[in-house]
T-cell receptor, first 113, second 116 residues
């Protein structure tokens, strides 16, 4: 079974600075997908960024980028130029077939003014 | 945009009651999912469905059942609510893609359920 581990329950960062959230996963599959989701306080969970395991190039979405290290089974999220609106719970997830998505325990990120 | 609507944001029920949580999606997605979210545990899959009248158990199905009579609607049922089922419940949907899984799941706002 796949497992996803987020070792940082809480983090904080000053506005405009950069922060990196860690995620490791464990799978025996060769082809899989990795996701970062964001859940703002009392709001809907939304997709931040995704990475396909067979692609070596790290995914980027504006201020969000990932550092995907397949051999190390690591998938960290970097947020550049942090904004107050980035304050949220962040969940790392892995998915290797259509139905089985595994989530980490989450990291609560606070962006301080 | 995909819209996943959960019938209640907050719900308070009593121990032993039968509880229904409803979820509707408007994008004709084949897959629908029910998770519960607890602090320190992330999201855990209760049940999912990949077609009408089809259902599969997730990691923690005990004490729950589901119903999918129509493609757009997926209901979670707590047969006899207990206090350890107090939690945030999230519904999600995604299109069917066979073995590929690069499409994200789309989530509803969640239902915070309290069992007294």
């Amino acid at each position: 079974a796949q497992t996803v581990t987020q070792s940082q329950p809480e983090m904080s960062v000053q506005e405009a600075e950069t922060v990196t959230l860690s995620c490791t996963y464990d799978t025996s599959e060769n082809n899989y997908y990795l996701f970062w989701y964001k859940q703002p306080p009392s709001r809907q969970m939304i997709l931040v960024i995704r990475q396909e395991a067979y692609k070596q190039q790290n995914a980027t979405e504006n201020r969000f980028s990932v550092n995907f290290q397949k051999a190390a089974k690591s998938f960290s999220l970097k947020i550049s130029d942090s904004q107050l609106g980035d304050t949220a719970m962040y969940f790392c997830a892995s998915r290797y077939n259509n139905n089985d998505m595994r989530f980490g325990a989450g990291t609560r990120l606070t962006v301080k003014p | 945009d995909v819209k996943v609507t959960q019938s209640s944001r907050y719900l308070v029920k009593r121990t032993g009651e039968k509880v229904f949580l409803e979820c509707v999606q408007d994008m004709d997605h084949e897959n629908m999912f029910w998770y519960r979210q607890d602090p320190g545990l992330g999201l855990r899959l209760i049940y999912f469905s990949y077609d009408v009248k089809m259902k599969e158990k997730g990691d923690i199905p005990e004490g729950y059942s589901v119903s999918r009579e129509k493609k757009e609607r997926f209901s979670l049922i707590l047969e006899s609510a207990s206090t350890n089922q107090t939690s945030m419940y999230l519904c999600a949907s995604s299109p069917l893609e066979g073995a590929r899984g690069n499409q994200p799941q789309h989530f509803g706002d969640g239902t915070r359920l309290s069992i007294l």
